[in-house]
């Protein structure tokens, strides 16, 4: 055993905040701080010519131009780019990203952007079409979870409402602070905690830093859904809400939702159903006779739903539904300003003005493609699926995580999941990788469904295997940065990692 592995091992045994204390001392060292930064200047080098591939090929810009370019010029520059850029997700290489992608369906969005180009919701009075468009997708969206029989003999302001956001991450993030805000206003709380699986997105983290939550993670059971009893064991006198997925981002399995709500709404508490993935695709698949516990507004713990119209939604990308069991719960979210010198100001979602095109853009794709369209690509979605789980539990040293529908997450007890990874992406595919166990997910969309992707992706990933089995040494290119990220103790030399990173997109 090397001696870095060693250490890790070792340091897993040591509580995470003496491992933090200790990190703090180290990074003060200047030998260790200039070996550090040496080592992350040289990987994030490696890095930076897959990021700017454009460098040298188009123009490139610190300032404003003197005189304007030509139009023409524009769109033949932007027309080049997408032109290298197009063919690995139209072809279906790609987990997840483009989840429809058909180029009637991407024609029509773009018709109905260009006509709404200039609409903005915060102007009700010259838009109203821009509220009656975000008015209806909520609505369409509520039904499809639930809403009738949540709303049935119960006042209209009982009702199940919401608002559109931004995308699934400012989603979580106003519920997060919706939960916040109620909790302090109706329980006196004023140290809230939530509490999630470790499989839950992290944008909750993000949400949590942002509006000062303490997050409260929790393990995941052995079929990587969310272990009931250990949350119950987590809920305190400050919780304000409890988080389940359905499904899950990294393994694509059902948290246990109507366990996990009853502890909530037992104890007063919110529940979050986080469907960003699954809001448009459980509901048909249900109705296809897959297995689909129940996760919506059907349940009466479940108070808040997030649901991404831009994934599976078929929408442009830029938008997301969140939904409330009653106006009282949604109210918390809003903001309004009475004593500005400029009037009066309110807006529902963080943003003040909202591209009121990709609203209506998500309101023209849901009433497009209807009930009976949704039914059909979630078909062809899942029975695809169902050939590449085949397929994979077929392939000696290889497992399927869990019990998942169309998120399919696999690993390998013999080699090295990330060099497996690494010979994928040399034949093309873009998949994610995962951390704790080690894995590699595909999310099947439309593009998958296409003749021939389910059998490509099962023929490279059995080369891939007897590549990697062929040669196990050969560290690859992304293997040694994803086996880093995921093993290292030190969690703070992998995030600022991170932002270094982060620093490069921004390198023009």
């Known amino acids: 055993m090397e001696i870095p ?3 890790n091992r070792i340091l897993k045994h040591v509580p995470p905040r003496w491992i933090s204390v200790a990190e703090r001392y180290l990074q003060r060292v200047p030998m ?17 010519g897959s990021l700017k591939p454009y460098r040298g090929q188009v123009s490139t810009h610190t300032r404003l131009p003197e005189q304007g370019r030509p139009r023409e010029e524009v769109l033949r520059e932007m027309e080049q780019m997408n032109a290298r850029e197009q063919d690995r997700w139209k072809e279906g290489y790609v987990s997840g990203a483009v989840y429809h992608g058909d180029s009637e369906h991407i ?5 109905v952007y260009a006509l709404n180009s200039q609409s903005n919701p915060l102007h009700t009075d010259l838009w109203p079409s821009a509220t009656k468009f975000e008015a209806e997708v909520v609505a369409m969206t509520a039904h499809l979870l639930g809403a009738a029989e949540a709303n049935a003999g119960r006042a209209p302001d009982e009702h199940i409402c919401g608002s559109l956001s931004s995308g699934g991450t400012e989603s979580i993030m106003l519920a997060t602070k919706t939960y916040r805000d109620y909790a302090r206003a109706e329980r006196g709380i004023e140290h809230p905690e939530m509490v999630a699986p470790a499989s839950a997105h992290p944008a909750f983290d993000k949400a949590a830093h942002y509006f000062g939550v303490r997050m409260i993670r929790v393990p995941v059971a052995a079929d990587y859904r969310a272990d009931v009893q250990a949350t119950r064991k987590a809920l305190s006198r400050n919780t304000v809400m409890v988080i389940g997925s359905a499904p899950s981002f990294p393994h694509g399995v059902i948290d246990p939702i109507e366990e996990l709500s009853e502890l909530a709404r037992e104890r007063g508490i919110g529940f979050h ?4 993935l699954g809001g448009f695709v459980l509901p048909w698949a249900r109705e296809l006779g897959y297995p689909v516990p129940a996760f919506d507004f059907r349940l009466p713990g479940v108070t808040s739903i997030s649901a ?11 938008t997301s539904v969140v939904l409330y069991r009653g106006t009282a ?7 309004t300003s009475t004593e500005w010198s400029g009037g009066i100001y309110f807006s529902p979602t963080f943003s003040g003005s909202r591209p009121g095109a990709l609203i209506a853009a998500a309101w023209a794709s849901l009433v497009s493609t209807g009930d009976a369209g949704y039914r059909e690509a979630t078909r062809r979605i899942l029975e695809t699926a169902d050939v590449i789980k085949r397929g994979i539990r077929a392939i000696p040293g290889l497992h399927v995580l869990g019990e998942p529908l169309f998120v399919i997450a696999f690993g390998s007890d013999s080699l090295n999941i990330y060099q497996v990874m690494d010979r994928l992406s040399e034949k093309g595919w873009n998949l994610n990788g995962l951390h704790k166990p080690p894995a590699v997910h595909l999310c099947v969309t439309q593009r998958h469904t296409q003749p021939g992707v389910a059998e490509r992706f099962l023929a490279d ?10 040669n196990p040494n050969e560290k690859g290119n992304m293997a040694p940065v994803y086996g ?3 093993t290292v103790p030190f969690r703070g030399l992998v995030s600022d990692l991170l932002k270094k990173y982060m620093d490069l997109i921004y390198k023009v």
């Open 329 to 335: 719960l949604r109210s918390h979210q809003y903001f």
């Open 5 to 7: 592995e060693l250490g």
């Open 308 to 318: 991404d119209t831009h994934k599976f939604g078929y929408a442009a990308k830029g």
């Open 107 to 111: 024609d029509f969005l773009n018709r």
């Open 32 to 48: 260790v701080r200039e070996r550090l930064a040496k080592e992350t200047d040289a990987m994030l080098a490696e890095m930076e």
């Open 461 to 470: 990933l059995r080369a891939a295997v007897e590549e990697v089995r062929a």
């Open 273 to 276: 159903t986080d469907a960003c």
């Open 484 to 486: 880093m990220a995921g």
